[in-house]
């Protein structure tokens, strides 16, 4: 699959990113997210000139939306979503590769991640992408009405130049770089994950929303937007 990441995200395609994480959201977003599309949308278009956004493209289609926003000078987060179809099909790691290199090129040196507690699958990538797990925040924030935990990762940008070797940003090529599973690389222990060796999208898998967010299947709503297609000649900016 040819891979492309294109910045900015197309803002008329925001209704869609939403219908992609309808069917498993309750198990992905607390209690203080946004609730409904009109919601989200409002959301994304507000923090417009606070985040950078990507969009990501598997054989042509819009298939995930990235970004990322600065938390302080030297430390930033970041966001993944994917559309149902590309989820298990190896489209989130070499995008998460080219996104998270143009964001340890803007400055930071660190980035943090606050997956729901029991989101191993994004454990599993971004342990795979060189990220450590810190910690967890107890009764963090509220989820379907109950606290729950949610777990820290970091990457620093020095791990991260590590586990990718000579990988670097080329803009909007993503099929340049390996998007296959890193299966050599290093996975959470069995006392940290249950189940280490699971990439999100596969069977069986929660996702999470916070600090990196992995959308998993999901029916589609009515909406303005529909999906842009690089083939249709809506082609993105490049950075």
Known sequence: MEIEVISPFPTESLPRVWAWSERFRHQMSDDFSPQTQGEFVDAM??????QKT?????????GGMITYQRLSPWVGTAHIFVKPK????????PALKIAFAEMFADGIG???FYPLAGNWAVGSLLINLGA???GCLRSQTIAGGKPID???YGLLKEEFEHAMGTTRSRGDRGSELDSGR???RQKE?????DHPNLEPGDEGTPAATHGLQLEPDAGSIGGPAADVDRQSGQDQPGV
């Open 45 to 50: 278009l507000a923090a417009d000139g606070l």
């Open 54 to 62: 990507w969009a990501v493209y598997g054989d042509g289609e819009l």
């Open 86 to 93: 590309f989820q298990g099909k190896g489209l989130a790691p």
């Open 110 to 112: 660190k980035l943090s």
């Open 132 to 134: 450590k797990r810190e």
């Open 150 to 152: 949610m777990h820290i």
């Open 182 to 184: 890193d299966s050599g």
């Open 189 to 193: 222990g069995a006392d940290q994950h």
